[in-house]
């Protein structure tokens, strides 16, 4: 049993670089959480995005090119 996400066009690796820190970040955390079945996993990811501070979420936006309206 394992787990895999599914990349499409734009989020392929390369084209959006700040999608890649987000990810990379929760993929090491994730590895170091190292659940096993799926309802822990789904626990851990929460308790990490939940974690993630409102600051560093505006950063990732804001590096992004996103305009606040």
């Given at each position: 049993m394992g787990c895999f996400y599914h990349l499409?066009?734009?989020l392929l690796p390369g084209s959006q670089p700040h999608r890649e820190l987000l990810l990379?970040?929760?993929k090491a955390l994730l590895r170091k959480a190292?659940?096993?079945s799926f309802d822990a996993l789904?626990?851990?990811t929460a308790s990490?995005?939940?974690a993630?501070?409102?600051q560093e979420c505006?950063?990732?936006f804001d590096?992004?090119?996103y305009v606040y309206t």
């Open positions: 499409s066009a734009s990379s970040k929760l190292a659940e096993r789904i626990k851990a990490i995005l939940g993630t501070s409102p505006s950063n990732y590096a992004s090119g």
